[in-house]
């Protein structure tokens, strides 16, 4: 199932990682007469040296580029929570809600049994520093799932938001195999894009564990 990323809790070291924005608006007013003052800008400036004219031109600010990195990943563990919740958003129609989740083991490669978790946290830098949300593509490549009603699925994409503070971005983004439909071999491609620009990516392989 899709983690609801809104409300995942991951807990690490024996504390819990948490981001909280405060929203604030000044108006300013005057009471004194307005004076306006007309700023033209001047794309070139003439200047006089030993009687000749040189042109000197003003270049404009570079954009800055956002950017993204991973910062952890890994298999988790369920500590408490993770109630299954039905999504309009998700290729199986199904979320979990809620689940406070501690990293077992940081590694690419997921074992497939019942509730287990893989996931990933990433950083967004260089964003407007004057958006508090910005608009966030998600997309996660996976093995084929048949499910219940018999459609065949390998991806999923769907819009999410991201919190902005000081111009970054601090997420989870993960999966937890609830149904057996779900227990599949293969890879499974996470991606975040911005403004059509993918920012990070992270992968996992799920196998089949062999009981002795």
């Not at 500590?79 to 690419?108: C, L, W």
């Not at 260089?126 to 699925?153: A, F, Q, W």
């Amino acid at each position: 199932m899709f983690i609801d990323l809104l409300l995942l809790k991951i807990r690490w070291a024996g504390s819990y990682a948490h981001r909280i924005l405060n929203h604030e608006e000044v108006m300013m007013k005057s009471l004194m007469p307005v004076t306006f003052i007309v700023v033209f800008t001047v794309l070139s400036v003439l200047l006089i040296r030993s009687g000749q004219v040189e042109t000197a031109v003003i270049k404009p600010l570079e954009k800055i580029n956002p950017s993204g990195r991973i910062l952890q990943y890994g298999v988790y563990g369920l500590v408490r929570g993770g109630r299954i919740v039905d999504s309009k958003i998700t290729t199986t129609g199904k979320a979990v809600s809620k689940p406070v989740i501690q990293q077992v083991e940081q590694t690419n490669y997921v074992p497939i049994r019942k509730d287990v978790y893989f996931a990933y946290q990433y950083r967004l830098s260089n964003l407007p520093i004057n958006k508090s949300v910005i608009k966030l593509k998600r997309v996660l490549g996976h093995p084929e799932i048949m499910l219940p009603d018999g459609t065949k699925t390998t991806r999923s994409e769907y819009f999410i938001k991201g919190r902005v503070k000081r111009g970054e971005v601090f997420a989870f983004d993960g999966y937890a195999m609830n149904e057996n439909y779900e227990m599949v071999e293969g890879d499974w491609v996470f991606q975040i894009w911005y403004e059509g620009k993918k920012m990070v990516e992270q992968k996992f392989t799920s196998y089949k564990v062999v009981n002795k």
